[in-house]
């Protein structure tokens, strides 16, 4: 990895002032995955993100792009005085098969997770930002100053696609939902605790350790204590890991009988489209508060729309989706996806947006 690095920097390098990124495919930069607990991942390697998803703005400096919108400076040299610890002198990103490998170890128990992430293994650190983050299903992945260790790994990983798994199923609106978190914590109307407080105080850091301790792999929940050292460990809060499993849903549908299933037609109508497109689909029989999501993918996996989530017990179900992404810009013409899940059970149906 540190050799393949070196070669593409001084390739992005050599490139004209203002070459655009995109001039290759999406496949041929990115590597889709689907993890054993249902959801997706879409992982962009340094190299790709260097050749194709950067270019540099009027005075010289390099700019990230990524998909979905945004824009980062990124920091080129250890030697920038906003490199305190300059290391072994260049930045080393996480290793592709050890972000793999935390994705993988994940286990909600059993339960299936319906979400796309896309993970981003920055070549070098983003200006302001220079921890890993993770904001609107994506992740951001810091390179370090000397090679990660695979517990490091493991441990950001599952820390920040906790923060994704929170965002998806616990949003900031959901206050039903973190006040039962926050009770069960014993932090509810604790002032200490807050989005504003310092990092470990945040109830959304909180929730990301508690992700990290009881559903990551052996590396990830065993590496490190949780960041905040005056809470009581995950394992330990009564009530903590049940109330978490609920919100991915059941194991098993119990409405579903032996041999059949939940979803028995799926489509979207009209087919090709503009601007709007109706998803519809049908169940076999009435079941009471069915837990049902549908998002939209872009061709090459990305997440283009959380469209809905919520409990149907109707047998026929519809959602419109007029074209428009998470952040309300309007999705470029194209082939899309749209993903049906209800509980363990999904269908996938491919849409033409024509503009």
């Not at 992945?141 to 920040?160: D, K, M, N, R």
């Not at 929170?166 to 069960?184: A, R, S, V």
């Not at 032996?258 to 519809?280: C, D, K, L, M, Q």
């Amino acid at each position: 990895m540190k050799n393949r690095v070196v070669i593409y920097i001084a390739l992005a390098f050599a490139a004209p002032l203002f070459a655009v990124p995109g001039t290759l495919a999406a496949e041929d930069i990115t590597q889709f995955y689907t993890l054993g607990n249902g959801s997706t991942v879409t992982v962009y390697p340094p190299e790709g993100i260097l050749s194709e998803m950067t270019r540099r703005d009027e005075s010289g400096n390099l700019v990230f792009y990524p998909e979905g919108g945004g824009s980062y400076y990124l920091i080129e040299d250890t030697t920038s005085p906003l490199i305190v610890n300059k290391g072994s002198g260049e930045f080393l990103p996480m290793s592709e098969e050890l972000v793999m490998q935390a994705l993988r170890e994940m286990d909600i128990d059993g339960r299936t997770v319906d979400m796309h992430t896309d993970v981003y293994i920055l070549p070098m650190p983003r200006l302001n930002y220079m921890r890993s983050t993770s904001t609107n299903g994506r992740i951001f992945l810091s390179p370090g100053v000397w090679q990660i260790s695979p517990a490091s790994v493991a441990s950001i990983v599952t820390h920040e696609f906790g923060h994704c798994f929170q965002k998806t199923y616990m949003p900031y609106w959901d206050t039903e939902g973190w006040e039962e978190y926050l009770y069960i914590r014993d932090i509810l109307d604790n002032p200490v605790f807050s989005e504003a407080a310092i990092h470990m105080n945040r109830p959304s850091e909180v929730f990301a350790e508690d992700f990290r301790v009881l559903f990551g792999g052996t590396l990830a929940a065993c590496s490190s204590p949780i960041e905040n050292p005056n809470l009581v460990a995950p394992a330990e809060v009564a009530g903590l890991r049940d109330f978490m499993l609920s919100l991915a849903g059941s194991v098993v549908l119990a409405d579903v009988p032996e041999g059949g299933e939940v979803i028995a037609s799926a489509g979207n109508y009209p087919n090709p489209f503009n601007p709007v497109t109706t998803i519809r689909v049908a169940f076999n029989g009435p079941v009471m508060d069915r837990k049902v999501s549908v998002r939209i993918y872009a061709a090459n996996g990305s997440i283009v729309r959380n469209l809905w989530s919520g409990s149907v017990s109707q047998e026929t179900f519809e959602k419109t989706w007029d074209g428009m992404n998470d952040y309300g810009m309007r999705a470029a013409s194209g082939i899309y996806f749209y993903r049906i899940t209800a509980g363990t059970e999904f269908r996938t149906g491919k849409m033409l947006l024509v503009r």
